[in-house]
T-cell receptor
């Protein structure tokens, strides 16, 4: 039973355009969400996070939006660059703190020059 | 600063063999964990540790053992490898509660 769902396995966008990656969750008790980026043959790296007390968090070209009523979050990348091509994972702690982090299946983003 | 170091990078085992995947971190992090990544499955938590001498099970612990004798090291043991354990294994650590995980570059394991 997937608690964090990324329903789009892949996404392709043109350089300079906006990339929107989506994530849905089932547990209304989740109160903190993270996005990780993964290049081939490397480990995931942390990108951005958001607490449930906020509905938006921004870091440079990356913005995460949280809609608690819809149990949905999205990662916006503007403008997209070829170096953003990677697999993006949405994740959430299943209990207080991040002892047990559950991940979505990931979305592979390809940014075309 | 090396961060999280995993060895080996690649390993091929025959069914029934045993091996230990090594993980070391130099950030003085109390929390360490092991994940496996399978195609189309995301990352799934195997075991984790909140400090030396303390370990607990994650989502998919069967077939794996861990111990934490030092803050720096968190080895993952496969006592009798099975083809279902073919996967990419990632070790991760973090500092304070809710801080992001730092991942190693993974060990790709194939069990034939």
């Amino acid at each position: 039973d997937q608690q964090v769902k990324q329903n789009s396995p892949s996404l392709s966008v043109q350089e300079g355009r906006i990339s929107i990656l989506n994530c849905d969750y089932t547990n209304s008790m989740f109160d903190y969400f993270l996005w990780y980026k993964k290049y081939p043959a490397e480990g995931p790296t942390f990108l951005i996070s958001i607490s449930s007390i906020k509905d938006k968090n921004e870091d440079g070209r990356f913005t995460v939006f949280l809609n608690k009523s819809a149990k949905h979050l999205s990662l916006h990348i503007v403008p997209s660059q070829p170096g953003d091509s990677a697999v993006y994972f949405c994740a959430a702690p299943t209990q207080g703190g991040s002892e047990k982090l559950v991940f979505g299946k990931g979305t592979k983003l390809t940014v075309n020059p | 600063n090396a961060g999280v170091t995993q060895t080996p990078k690649f390993q091929v085992l025959k069914t029934g063999q045993s091996m230990t995947l090594q993980c070391a971190q130099d950030m003085n992090h109390e929390y360490m964990s092991w994940y496996r990544q399978d195609p189309g499955m995301g990352l799934r938590l195997i075991h984790y540790s909140v400090g030396a001498g303390i370990t607990d099970q994650g989502e998919v612990p069967n077939g794996y053992n861990v111990s934490r004798s030092t803050t720096e090291d968190f080895p993952l043991r496969l006592l009798s490898a099975a083809p279902s354990q073919t996967s990419v294994y990632f070790c991760a650590s973090r500092g304070i509660l809710n801080s992001p995980l730092h991942f190693g570059n993974g060990t790709r394991l194939t069990v034939t």
